[in-house]
């Protein structure tokens, strides 16, 4: 019945018709690896505007996308200002993969693990801000601290990290994330409801060995 509703033909044809889909693309991805994606549905364009707020704009270096998925996110940044010639992706899924390099040719799309981050970015590029949507509560705990550790290294003292999760109760990977967190947001107009948390990986500059505060005067 559904074959003929959209004038395909054949029943072969929806399950093509479907697979180019975002929806039903995303529904294939989550049955075949369910502990890689993480999700029940695609990132909400209210989850992705929110998520690409985070990122302040600025001129210089690269913004790294994780877990690009059906695109809702990189759209988002690329609406938010972001050029898309400082815009990277690292998606794992073969077809997610292809249909980002499709929906965004300028953007550069790259097929990998993000526990291979710091060998997926240029050499030498700097690193403004990394935007999230790994599963990391689902992903296991080595994988997890290995990923946080690239983010400290990768960022430079103004980068930031936005990472989203459903564990609206504190995940437990925070515990392996060296950051000070700026914000904190639920968007409840996801499915489920998202908590973004922004992450700033400034640190406080020490005074060198051979400065010393001179002593305050006597009163």
Known sequence: MMHRVLGLGR????SDYLKNMAPGLFLQELCSRPGIIGAICPSSRYLARHMARQVPHNDKGLVIELGGGTGAITQALL????PPERLMVVEFSS????????RFPHVNVVQGNAADLSRLVP??????????????????????Q???QQWQ????EDGVAVQFTYNLRGPKWRRHLQAQQTSSKIVWANLPPANITTFS????????????????PPR
């Open 146 to 148: 290995s990923i946080l």
């Open 201 to 216: 990986f400034r640190t406080a500059k020490l005074p060198a060995p051979h400065e010393h505060l001179s002593p305050e």
């Open 79 to 82: 609406n938010h200002g972001i």
């Open 123 to 144: 050499q030498g590029s700097r690193i403004h801000a990394i935007v999230s949507s790994l599963p990391l509560c689902s992903l296991p705990e080595p994988m997890t």
């Open 95 to 102: 077809p997610f993969v292809q249909r980002l390099r499709k």
């Open 153 to 156: 290294q990768l960022l430079h």
């Open 11 to 14: 029943v072969g044809r929806v």
